[in-house]
């Protein structure tokens, strides 16, 4: 807002100093008497009430403009909502960050996803097993924007177990499995979208019921919980999962 308002003015630009992170009242006064020094305007997006009488105080001692860019617009919040503002400093900061850390897991989700790098097991707040089809990979995009790191690791019989998966404690692995019947319908639909026929192995019965018993070994070599994800939502699941982490890491205790 202050460069916006200073492109209007010809003549020449004007210095303009950001100071961030002023929350009391000696850190207040350094910067008045730095703006007086060099006769500045002082814009400012204060909150605290204390704080903003201070700075509007010091400012007509020293004959300084001193303009409220928040406060204005606050008030007119306020009535428009019925609602009063926290008056908390530093909440769009912890807004940025937070989305910031969200963005960081989504992509951390798909760098991950299916065991492309299994180094990257290492660094998850959760990784997902289970055989194809048990909803692994958007279960992680739905965490990710939960801001949670996790990946995901397709169990096949033929592949053997990375070591980094097999270091990595029980409490921090989700084993996700599902009814055969139910997966044997979703492999029968993925062919017919891929246009391969029915009989593919990966669709038959006897591999479906081959890979579920192998992937309930793994489950149970590795003592990790396991959720059923036959007719459950990605939401669902989640959710589950969800409840499982916080009750790991002690939130809400």
Do not use: W
Request: contains cysteine; charged residues 30%; aromatic residues 6%.
């Amino acid at each position: 807002m202050a460069r916006a308002a200073a492109s209007q003015f010809d003549g020449g630009e004007l210095d303009i100093r950001r100071v961030p992170y002023v929350t009391d009242a000696e850190h207040l006064e350094e910067v008045i008497n730095e703006a007086a020094q060099e006769q500045g305007i002082i814009a400012f997006t204060l909150v605290l009430p204390e704080l903003k009488k201070q700075l509007l105080e010091l400012a007509a001692d020293r004959g300084l403009a001193a303009v409220d860019l928040l406060g204005p617009l606050m008030d007119a919040i306020a009535r428009a909502t019925g609602v009063q503002p926290r008056l908390e400093p530093g909440l769009i900061r912890r807004l940025d960050e937070d989305y910031f850390r969200k963005m960081e897991a989504i992509d951390f989700a798909v760098k991950y996803d299916n065991g492309k790098d299994t180094r990257g097991l290492c660094h998850a707040d959760l990784v997902l097993i289970g055989v194809s089809r048990t909803s692994k990979t958007p279960v992680c995009m739905y965490l990710a924007h939960k801001r949670l790191r996790a990946a995901n690791l397709a169990l096949v019989p033929e592949v053997p177990l990375p070591e980094e998966l097999l270091s990595l404690p029980p409490e921090k692995i989700i084993g996700l499995t599902i009814d055969a019947e139910k997966l044997y319908q979703i492999r029968q639909e993925r062919l017919k979208t891929l246009g391969l026929p029915g009989q593919a192995d990966y669709a038959t019965r006897s591999r479906i019921e081959q890979e579920l018993a192998y992937a309930s070994k793994v489950m149970d070599q590795l003592g990790c919980p396991v959720i059923d994800v036959t007719n459950k939502a990605v939401e669902e699941t989640a959710g589950k999962i969800l409840q499982i982490y916080y009750r790991r890491e002690g939130y809400g205790k």
